[in-house]
Each structure stands twice: as structure tokens, then as C-alpha cells.
């Protein structure tokens, strides 16, 4: 039976080519169709079609370009003869191009859906239409004037002459003398739109002009029909004209494969450990940040988001550029461990799921990050750009969604692993490759994307030195819960293994030689104040750096305790005599209310208070030799007391210190923000033996039963015989209606397609639905074929 139609040529491929069509178009199966009609229909809507044009590489188009402007009938051979090249690369493409139903027919009558051609636009590979096309827009008397002015006859017939022109204009020698006559800016002009586009404007195209009165260049092309008019301000090459001056081929450039990158050689053990050392690194910065938000939050802005100046506090906190700091807390936001919280959510704090997240084991939690990352469709590189009103976008806002986010991280990350494990391409040869692989895709904004996720990439761990990590394969191989447990798996011998000592110096820093345990990097942060990070960070202790954790409840003895236990070195004198200090002074002034008041048990202090030149600005008055009262409230007082070098404490109404430790503010847990996407996920291969199960099933009924035809009288035979039945139509794939009691007791016929019997539970696809349901057992009342009467 001839191939009428793409339904026709569909219905007749087998079960694996449809289930090969819908997992590269996995758009086609939602819901699923009824029949194989309906999956064409579908298969040609032009957002369908956009997004599979959209995924195809640069000479999978050049071949659609050539199957396009080819004339019937098309076979492999023509298309080779358009692009210049032979064998298996026009094979390849043309095989693709028929599964994903973008081409159809017998082998020597190829055939290409018109929404293809709509989608494409009315200039595939930058050419204008047929010669005969155009000619047949003009006037009867331009064509003859034009013939006459090439020396050929008219015969009276316009659609006659048009042909004849036509013809004479593919004609190569013709050409080819044609343009020797021309003059040297004729030609140029000529030349000019020959790669495309094929139109151009000039005043009063429409003009009759013959070959004798032309006096420009344009129109001596117009007076020979190498230009042809299409309104009074746009004229246009035709096709024949310009596939002449391209030597025949349809793309001058064609490029069958990929380009290679250029590549430098990494030792892939060095590329593991230096990734490996980002990836903590990576997770050490995110608690650093939330650690930072839970005593001390940033506003969130009326319109969403973080503000600049809270933004331009964080480099010198994660020891990064803002660029760098942007996407920590973008990480933390997409994985749902900050949100807006507080009395109305009007800062952003640290979620309740943070404080379990920081015990889990950092292997699982990287892996969990890495794929986050690679899902989300959020841009950390957007940070800073200017939004449609031109404002900074900011980060944690609602402007940084790109659905084509995901698709080309995983696309630039597969670059990276078909190269030999180690190797580190160059950045402009994997934008040339992304190019290649997407041409259709962003423009100036794909390439951006693709350098951020490079960079964002050796940030979070992904690459190291240039070049993919071995642990991050399961991640692109696979889209589960499976690949992030391998990925943990993998990463866990290559991450640093957290220090639990530091180094003291008599000069009173300390020296951490590499990344230390996250409790005892938050404890040295609280006695301390980090100067310089990076490989090895070096913390240096000061009067006000103990005096905080004096205020948070320490003792001295805490101090040095905790000191003895961290240092691999003896602990230096002078830092043990500034803790002696700053603890005998703490505490030694008490302030309570008066509006506030200062006691002392020391006399000579607080006349030194009163006798200091700042002390106006407390205003204090002595009430006894002990004590001196305040017009200030306690926690300002407190404040200005310590700029003037003092180290005073908060004291309670029954007189005992009020110890002043920060309040750690938690949001309530919140859903991740879902990524947009605009590609759905390929189906698994349970999902597409049922849907096109289901396709075949519905074909029968089209063909062999009345469209208002009942399903079968539906009768049961015992449980046993139920499930013996139900064992039967998974072996042999077949579709079945089912009669299924539902909670309130009445009783539904279901069409399905099993695919899973286990526990009790009948997993199938439901026709119904469109979607794969379960069914308990017990409740399923009676079973009989799809084709029963």
C-alpha cells in the first residue's frame, strides 16, 4: 500500500521505531494519544515540531535545508549532490530526522512536513524562492521585457513565458555568460546576497527598466531577472540564481561532525582531588553564609530577592568575588535551605531543613547539590544584568529562570566527558561545539550561559582545572536517585579529609593548614577573626574577638581549654596572657537599668569614667562611689562603654550577668523553587511499551469496532484466575479492559496496559488518564481482551 501520509508511514513502522519516536519527542506522549492519527496530528503542531527543530545539530539542519529547497522527488543521493557530501553522515541525519518523524515517505520520494517548511521560514538556507515563483508575480509585460532584453522570445502566454525564463535562469552556462556581462558593482551587489538573506531594499523596485536603460546596478539585475521585485521597496535572488553562484550546494560551509576542541592534558587523579577540594569548599561556604543569616539576615526586597549592599557584604565573608557569592546563596536557595522568614518573611533565613542538612554525611550532600544544579533552571550568571526596566536583576529574585538551563549545563558537561578522561578543552572551542550542537538555541545568550556554567562548574566541583571530574559521570549518565548515590559514592575518597587541629602563633593568629571540621571552624570563627582564606586560612585573635565569646557565656577557662585541644603546637604566651586580660577585665562593669546604671566594685575605674573626655556622651552621673547612672539605655550604653575600651556585661535585676548570646532565626522549611521547563523528561521504558501498547490498541478499535461500540461484558472468574489472567497480558503485552471497584463501591472499565504486577498491586497504563496507575487486585472485578465482542 503506497505511503499517503506521515500517519500512513507511523502506522506502518514498528513498535520499537514508535517508541523511538517518543522518547526523542517525549512532548508527543502527554497525554497519550488515542491512535496513531492523533499522534501525527500532534507530531506536526508547530510548537512541537519548533521544539524538535530546536534540539537538532547544525548539519541535521543543513540537511533539512536540503530536503526543503531540493525538487521532487528527494532521495538520499539529491541530498548528498545539495550539501557535497556522501555516505553515512546524510544517512545518519536522515535516519534521525525520520524517527523523530520530521521526515517521511519511501526512500526515493522523501518527504519533509509542511509545518517543517512554516517553522523553517520562507528562506531555508538564506535562499529565495523558485525563479518561476517569483516571475509569476510580475506583470506580463516585465517578463517580456526582460526576455526580450536576454534575447529570448515570448509566446504570448504569461504563465509560458514565466517557465521560459525560469528555465533560462537555472540554466548554468546561461548564467554563467549572463554575469560575465554584468559590471563589476552589479556583480558585487549580486555577490552581496548570495549566503543569504535573499532580499534587499532599494526606491522603486517595481520600476520597468530595460537592459538598455539601466543605469545603476540594481537595475541592470532587475533589467536581466537576476532580481526580481517583490513590492516597490524589496526585491529578492532567486533560488536557481543563488545556488548557481554557491557552485550547486545548498551551504557553502558544512560541517558533518562536531569540531574538536583544543585540549590540555591533566593527570585525572590531580583533576579528582583539585574538584574534590572545590567540592567542600563549596559546602564549607554555604554554612558560612547561613551561619552569618541565622544571627544577622538580610532584608528581603519588596520585588523579591537579595539588595546590592547585602550582596556586597558577602565576598569579603566567603573570601569570593560577588559573582562568586551570588551563586553560594543561589545554591542554598535552590535547595531549600534559605527562605524569606521572619514576622512577615521579610528577611532571608537559614530553613529548619539546614540544621539536618549540615550533620549529613558531605559526600551525599554534594552529590544532592551537583544535581540541583544541574536541574535548576535558575542563572546565578544573570546576577547584576539589567532587567526590562533596567534594574539589577538580584540574586534570590524572580528574574534569573531560563527553561533552557538545564538542557545546556548537561549539554556542556557532556562535552567535557567524550574527551578523554583529564583533558581540559579550551573555552572558545567548546562554545564553537555548543554552537554546533544548538545552533537554533539563545544566540548571544547561550553562549553566555555556557561560559557561567563553566565557571560555576570549577566552582561547585564539577571540573577541576578545566577538566570533568571521574565522580561526576553517574550524574550525566543517569537522571535518579541511583546517579546521585553513585556520584556520593564516587566524590567520597577524593574530598579533603577535614582537619581537627590548627596551628598557633606567638604573633596570635592561628594557622588552619587545610579545611577544617565545620564545629571547630564555627567555634575558632567565634573566638576569632578569619584574615586570609583559601587552601590554608589563618585566624587572628584579638581583645574584641575573645571578648565576643565572652559575651556568648565562655570562661576563660573554656578558652584555653579549647585552645590545648585544637593546637598542634604549644599555645603561644602572649595569647594566653591576652585571654587572662580580657577575661579578668570582662565582666568588671555592670550595667543595669535606671534608665541604665554602671556598678563597680573597683572605685578607681569608674572615676576614670567620669574623668575620660567621651564620658559626656554616656550620660552618666555618679549616684555612690560604686555605682553611676545612665540617661542611655543598657544595650547603648553597653555599646559606647566598649568603643571606650572597656569590657562591661549586661547584669539581670537579681544582679547575675546576662549572657548575650545571638539568637539563631530559622524559616520554616519550604519546597525548593521547581525549575521551568519547557522539555519534558524521557519517559521511562515501562511508559513507553504501555503508550505504545496503547496506540496499537487504539488502531484495533478504529479499524475494528464502531466508534460507540461498549467494551465487553466484563466477568470474573476468582482471584486466582484474575491474577493468572492479568500474568498472561504482561507476558504477551496486551491491552485489556478491566472493571475496577472504586472506595464508594461502583464499578468502572478501565482500557489498560500492564506493566507491573507485584504485592497485591497491578501497575499499568490507564487510556483513561494518560498517565501509569495502580490497581488493587481485589478490587478488580473482571478482565477481557481489547478486542473481545
Known sequence: MPVRSLADDLRARADDELAALLRARPDLLVPVPVDVTQLATRATTRASATRALDRLDRFTLQVVDALLVTPAPV???????????????????????RTQALLWGADDDLKVPRVVHEVVGAHPAGLGPPARQALLALSPNRIVTIMRG?????????????????????????????????????????????????????????????????????????????LVPVDDSTVVLPREVALHLRAGRVHVDVTPHAPSPSITERSPGTVDRTAGAGALDILRK??????????????????????????RKLPELLDTDETGAGLVAELAYISGLVAPGGAADDVWLPTTRFDTWRQEDPASRWAQLARTWLDTSRVAGLIGSRDERDRPVPPLGRDLDRPIAPELRRLVLEELAAL?????????????????????????????????????????????????????????ERHDDKAVAAAADAVRSSLPEPLDHVLLQADLTAVAPGPLRPDLERELALLSDVESRGGASVHRFTAASLRRALD??????????FLATISRTPVPQPLTYLVDD?????????????????????????????????????GVRRLAPTVLASSLSANLLLERLRRMGYSPVSEAADGTIVVGRAELRRAAAQPAPQPLVTERAVPEETLLGAAVRALRAGERSRHERPPDAA?????????????????????????????????HGATTERLVDPARLEGGWLSAFDHRSGEVRSFAVHRISGIAPVDAR
Open 75 to 97: 532521495d538520499q543521493a539529491a541530498v548528498e549532490r545539495a550539501l557535497g557530501v556522501t555516505g553515512a553522515p546524510i544517512a545518519e541525519a536522515l535516519a534521525a530526522l
Open 150 to 226: 536576454l534575447g529570448l522570445e515570448p509566446n504570448g502566454d504569461h504563465a509560458a513565458n514565466a517557465d521560459d525564463l525560469a528555465k533560462h535562469l537555472a540554466d548554468g552556462d546561461a548564467l554563467d555568460a549572463l554575469v560575465a556581462t554584468l559590471t563589476d558593482d552589479a556583480r558585487a551587489a549580486l555577490q552581496s546576497l548570495v549566503p543569504g538573506p535573499p532580499t534587499g531594499r532599494i526606491d522603486s523596485a517595481l520600476r520597468d527598466v530595460t537592459r538598455s536603460e539601466a543605469r545603476t546596478a540594481i537595475d541592470l539585475l532587475l533589467a536581466t531577472g537576476l
Open 286 to 311: 554555604i554554612e558560612i553564609l547561613l551561619d552569618a543569616w541565622a544571627t544577622d539576615p538580610p532584608a528581603v526586597l519588596r520585588t523579591g530577592g537579595l539588595g546590592v549592599r547585602d550582596l
Open 420 to 476: 578523554p578522561a583529564g583533558s581540559a578543552p579550551d573555552l572558545s572551542g567548546v562554545l564553537t561545539t555548543i554552537r554546533w550542537r544548538r545552533p537554533r538555541r539563545g544566540g548571544r545568550l547561550r553562549d553566555e550561559m555556557a561560559r557561567w556554567f563553566l565557571r560555576e562548574a570549577e566552582t561547585l566541583g564539577i571540573t577541576g582545572m578545566g577538566a570533568l571530574a571521574s565522580f561526576v559521570r553517574p550524574l550525566l
Open 552 to 561: 556568648e557565656g565562655y570562661s576563660a577557662a573554656d578558652v584555653h581549654r
Open 582 to 618: 580580657v577575661a579578668r577585665r570582662h565582666g568588671h562593669l555592670r550595667v543595669g537599668v535606671a534608665s541604665s546604671f554602671v556598678r563597680c566594685d573597683d572605685e578607681t575605674v569608674l572615676a576614670e569614667i567620669m574623668a575620660d573626655p567621651s564620658a559626656a556622651a554616656l
Open 711 to 743: 467494551p465487553a461484558r466484563l466477568t470474573s472468574n476468582g482471584a486466582g484466575q484474575t491474577l493468572a489472567e492479568l500474568r498472561e497480558a504482561l507476558a504477551v503485552g496486551a491491552t485489556v479492559w478491566i472493571g475496577y471497584v472504586d472506595h
